[in-house]
């Protein structure tokens, strides 16, 4: 049933300012230690500044590293975990490159299982170390990218192996409620694009604890053909929640809905046929019934949209890309949809950052979608960055996790230096790593982003990596949780 326009109005009206910052997370500021800014100008004051004025949360500054990897606050360690070129698979090849999203799983025996993206794209010849073609596992064996499979064993061996093979620009993706993992191609590419042999474009499942389940991938199709980022399930209803990184148009939210009668499982997503259920891209409105037609107009915290969903005409885009299969009224755009991770009870949805493509410039929102009232409030605006080569501002938030300490946990892909930050539920941020890198020159630094940020299942390590070369970091320390 659609949630209409008057309904929302009146429950708005109703609720007023108490929906503003509901859910566990707040609003979160540029700068760490400070409240959230409310507009998208950029912020004045310093870091220090900042937190001298809000008081201390976090762990304290972070102390430069004498290997030049990864500035931690006091007491705080990092392990290399994978390295590519560097560490090899259980095969004798080196360990991928470009790692991008991850989630953990408990493994046999105390282990730890880590599925890990390599959002590598177009042909294998482009890239010094692809995923390997391993027997069995490949979708298209001209596509370079794929996901690999890391064992962390009690005492600190470390085992990989591939999951998937043959697949293209593996991004932000998400693991399921039975304890697999979904990888989407960020790409459009069809057979005969960049030396491709198959469509790519689509969500793939890999089970990180039964190699036999991932032989002859198939796509889910049911889940349509697009710039796939991130994806998460709602264990309650079973929808899934898929976010497109494009422009040209800007791209889409979507929500799939199952098929009457189907149990989510694990394999159960291979078995769906092409056109099973329904995929809808989202349509937002204001409290006013006024159509949004780009979340960039949000400019507030706590700003809060009622949603509705729009059937997708054509899913497997055989001739339109989805997202311009959609006239300029009919559905709600944004650039750079990015990681999402479940929690409370919905969605955390990321959008990047807006530039000239938008209507409205920022370095960054996040949103929390509320399935059970359907509507989605504006939790993190991160005003544009006015300068990014130094630290202590924070710009660009991509691959998420909601931190069992409270709060968020984000991976910064913005310009200039790059950390990871955290949020506690009232939103006052604090920085939680810096790369320290450099893969550019002295005269030009040039820092690569962090990706696949998450907990392991027992919430003692953080697992983070650098994308470029290709680095799987695992983070330990005194962690605690934050007060509000």
Request: net charge negative; with cysteine; charged share 20%.
């Amino acid at each position: 049933m659609s949630l209409t326009r008057r309904d929302f109005a009146r429950n708005s009206a109703i609720t007023g300012a108490g929906v503003a910052l509901a859910g566990s997370v707040g609003a979160l500021a540029t700068a760490p230690n400070a409240l959230a800014s409310t507009d998208t100008a950029p912020q004045a004051g310093s870091a220090a500044e900042e937190s001298a004025a809000h008081g201390g949360v976090g762990y304290g500054p972070l102390l430069p590293d004498p290997k030049g990897l990864l500035a931690l606050p006091a007491g705080f360690t990092y392990r290399v975990i994978t390295y590519s070129g560097r560490t090899k698979l259980e095969t004798g090849e080196f360990t991928p490159s470009n790692h991008d999203g991850t989630a953990t799983f408990d493994g046999p025996r105390g282990t730890t299982l880590l599925v890990n993206n390599h959002e590598l794209k177009g042909p294998r010849a482009n890239w010094p170390h692809p995923v390997p073609l391993t027997e069995g596992l490949v979708y298209d064996p001209a596509a370079s990218g794929g996901c690999t499979v890391v064992e962390v064993r009690p005492g600190g061996r470390v085992a990989e192996w591939v999951g998937i093979a043959g697949t293209s620009t593996n991004c932000a993706g998400g693991s399921t409620p039975w304890g697999t993992w979904l990888t989407g191609e960020e790409t459009e590419d069809k057979a005969g694009q960049n030396g491709m042999t198959k469509d790519h474009g689509y969500i793939f499942e890999v089970d990180p604890a039964d190699r036999r389940a991932n032989r002859d991938p198939k796509p889910v199709k049911a889940f349509g053909r697009y710039a796939h980022e991130a994806v998460v399930i709602d264990p309650k209803r079973g929808h899934a929640y898929l976010t497109e990184d494009a422009s040209g148009p800007n791209g889409l939210l979507f929500r799939w809905t199952p098929p009457a009668g189907f149990h989510h499982g694990r394999g159960k997503l291979r078995t769906l046929a092409g056109n099973a259920g329904v995929l809808q891209a989202f349509k937002c409105f204001d409290s006013g019934g006024k159509f949004v037609d780009d979340l960039s107009r949000a400019t507030r915290i706590g700003t809060v949209y009622g949603v509705d969903w729009v059937d997708v005409p054509d899913r497997d885009a055989k001739t339109v890309p989805v997202r311009k299969q959609f006239t300029d009224g009919q559905v709600t755009r944004a650039r750079k949809l990015e990681g999402m991770w479940w929690g409370d009870g919905g969605a955390y949805v990321v959008s990047s950052y807006a530039r000239e493509e938008s209507p409205v410039q920022h370095d960054g929102q996040v949103w929390f979608y509320d399935p059970k009232r359907r509507t989605l409030t504006l939790k993190v605006l991160l005003g544009v960055n006015p300068d990014p080569s130094k630290d202590g501002a924070f710009d660009g938030p991509d691959n998420i996790t909601v931190s069992p300490y409270g709060g968020l946990v984000i991976a910064e892909d913005g310009e200039g230096i790059q950390h990871l930050f955290g949020a506690t539920d009232s939103g006052r941020t604090y920085p939680i790593a810096r790369n320290e890198l450099n893969i550019g020159t002295e005269e030009e630094p040039e820092y690569s982003e962090f990706t696949g940020v998450t907990f392991s299942p027992d919430g003692r390590t953080l697992f983070a990596n650098i994308q470029t070369p290709g680095i799987m970091l695992a983070i330990t320390g005194p962690w605690k949780r934050q007060e509000r």
